[in-house]
């Protein structure tokens, strides 16, 4: 019994620990909260009591008496309206303070987290539950709501039960059956009874809201899921409206938003009846417990144990039991699964990494000279068991264009996340200057990448905020930087030029094709003016004349920098001092353009296979 009640009040460790990050955030709304509690709590108990004195009065004909207490009544009242609805105003706002601090303290450990770990898709799936159920069962900043009002059930039924010890220890005048069942002992034994009662109706009623409300929890997203996924696809994304034209899609998009809109219908449906069953249920309990109070209050005023105006007050304090108790039981329960949840939002921000971070600073260089090497690297991706990278070894040559190709699959992208310390190897160290990169700073040491990545992003943001992202911002550096990626011309059309914002989700904005969103995403690798280039597929999404162009600018572009390139396209490598070719997460070859092409290896085939589309 007892220990069936510690695990079931287990869940207020959570409550506590929520409570303190909410005092992190807004020292004064917990007090806040807490005078709102009770100011209501003391305002309907200060009421009654007034209310039964003007009941006396007047039955007493005592109108002096009356006016006073009438005028009680009336202050009491206001003064507690007013102090609640100030108490509301700061606690909903603090409240909503609370909830946007949720949204950031998620997002920021988010960012803070290594690539690897954030990159996990477990964690997105983690953090999307997070957002789902703080949105349908209340955030860090619901939890002082939560606890006001048990508090102030708790202090209601308190005050409640201390007024009950009064009332059953006056004593009747009247004899007889009445004088008996109003006397101190009888009287007491049948209020405890009619409260347990209350508290018995009131504890099943809540058992049967606690089963409802796990049913709800448990089928909810899989119901919603779907056809908020239908929904916004239909309105949203942009490549519908074509597939959805030319396809004739149309009808049955809809008719499975319809069958969707079906079931989501049902499920709320069972949802609705079984809350409205238990309103029943609530209301029930706490009719028959009015019953039997009053009766017992009565019973009271006809032994002329209590006055009528103490009648009103005993009445009233009885009727504020059950509703206070159901309001206990039934906020318990949504707290409870509220920390349930947040208990997932706390381990997530107590997660740690497990990449120890190095500490040793960069050596900063105006030559651009260092050294990079692999040295016996081999890698497998997290929670996979195929070898991506196996034994590669590697000096990178500084000041030089490197060229990465081979066959899809063959690793590129991988080694260039390696060199990025976007992952750590597996087996094998990669050194910078002799030492493992792992010792460094790892800000440090990615300062000296500039990366377009095949899967770049750019942001609903001015231009300039694009390009400088987390470094200051230096105008003329930009538009040099603009024009080595051949964006210049492009940015100088809009009317704004850098403050121009790209995309419309936050306002009017230019919409970029691909090749023009490529452009700017080189513009913002060379912005950051890091002594080594790392491009991806640069030209991918770049017509044939922006193509040729880039690689006619890409000798002054790198200048006083070290080049990596991963290119597909066989012609690019001619621009490159070296070429590592990769196959099957080796590297099989590495030499100049001439010396592969003689060594007649893949390199050779590969070569040839693309010139043959030329020929
Ligand atoms: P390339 O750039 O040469 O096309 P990648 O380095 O992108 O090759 O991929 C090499 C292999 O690693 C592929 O088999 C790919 O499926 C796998 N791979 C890539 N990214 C991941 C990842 N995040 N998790 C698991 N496997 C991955």
Not at 81 to 99: E, H, I, P, S, W
Not at 209 to 229: G, Q
């Amino acid at each position: 019994m007892l220990s069936s009640l510690r695990s079931s009040l287990a869940f207020h460790r959570t409550g506590l620990r929520l409570l303190g990050v909410v005092r992190k955030i807004d020292p004064t709304l917990l007090p806040v909260n807490l005078v709102y509690a009770l100011a209501q709590v003391a305002g309907v108990y200060v009421g009654l009591a007034l209310t039964a004195g003007l009941v006396d009065a007047l039955v007493a004909l005592e109108a002096r008496r009356a006016v006073v207490f009438a005028a009680g009544v009336a202050v009491t009242s206001c003064a507690s309206a007013c102090v609640c609805a100030f108490c509301k105003r700061r606690a909903t706002v603090g409240g909503m303070r609370c909830a946007w601090r949720f949204s950031a303290m998620l997002r920021e450990k988010a960012l803070s987290l290594s690539y690897e770990t954030a990159e996990d898709p477990k964690l997105a799936e983690r953090l999307a539950y997070i957002e789902r159920t703080a949105q349908m069962h209340g955030n860090i900043g619901t939890v002082p709501r939560y606890y006001r009002d048990l508090l102030s059930a708790a202090a209601n039924m308190l005050t409640c039960v201390s007024l009950v010890v009064a009332l059953a220890f006056s004593r009747p005048v009247a004899a007889g059956w009445l004088g008996v069942v109003a006397s101190p002992a009888v009287s007491a034994g049948l209020l405890v009874l009619v409260l347990l009662a209350a508290v018995g109706g009131n504890t099943l009623v809540g058992r049967a809201r606690t089963r409802l409300m796990a049913w709800v929890t448990s089928t909810h997203s899989s119901v919603e899921n779907r056809l908020i996924y239908l929904l916004n696809l239909v309105l949203f994304d942009r490549r519908v409206p074509k597939v959805s034209r030319i396809y004739d899609m149309g009808d049955m998009l809809m008719r499975n938003i319809e069958k969707n809109q079906r079931a989501s219908m049902s499920y709320f449906d069972r949802w609705i009846s079984g809350e409205r069953r238990i309103d029943v249920g609530t209301s029930a309990v706490n009719a028959a417990f009015t019953v039997a109070s009053y009766a017992l209050v009565a019973v009271k005023v006809l032994a002329g144990a209590i006055t009528v105006g103490a009648f009103t007050q005993y009445a009233g304090a009885l009727a504020q039991f059950g509703a206070a108790y159901s309001q206990l039981v039934s906020n318990n329960g949504d707290l409870r699964q509220c920390c349930g949840y947040l208990q997932e939002f706390l381990d997530f921000m107590d997660m740690e990494d497990p990449r120890p971070a190095g500490s040793i600073p960069v050596e900063k260089r105006d030559d651009g000279q260092f050294e990079i090497a692999f040295e016996h690297v081999s890698f497998r991706y997290p929670g996979t068991s195929e070898w991506v990278l196996r034994d590669v070894s590697f000096r990178l040559d500084t000041l030089g264009k490197l060229a990465v190709v081979g066959p899809n699959g063959a690793g590129k992208t991988t080694f260039i996340k390696l060199l990025c310390r976007l992952y750590d190897p597996t087996e094998g160290r990669i050194t910078l200057n002799g030492v493992d990169i792992r010792k460094y700073d790892e800000d440090e040491y990615r300062d000296l990448f500039g990366v377009v990545f095949q899967d770049f992003k750019l942001f609903a943001l001015p231009v300039w905020e694009n390009l400088a992202a987390g470094y200051a911002r230096d105008d003329a550096r930009m538009w040099r930087a603009l024009a080595q990626a051949g964006a210049d011309g492009l940015v100088r059309s809009w009317p704004e030029g850098l403050e121009t914002r790209l995309y419309k989700d936050l306002g009017d904005g230019v919409m970029v094709s691909g090749g023009e969103a490529q452009k700017l995403a080189l513009a913002r690798a060379l912005y950051k003016d890091a002594p080594l280039v790392i491009l991806d597929e640069p030209t991918a999404a770049l017509d044939p004349i922006s193509e040729a162009e880039v690689y006619k600018r890409f000798d002054r572009m790198v200048t006083g920098r070290t080049a990596v390139y991963i290119s597909h396209r066989m012609s690019s490598c001619r621009f490159c001092d070296k070429i590592a070719v990769f196959d099957g997460g080796r590297i099989v070859e590495q030499g100049s353009h001439e010396e592969l092409l003689a060594a007649g290896g893949l390199y050779a085939r590969l070569w040839e296979a693309q010139a043959s589309y030329y020929a």
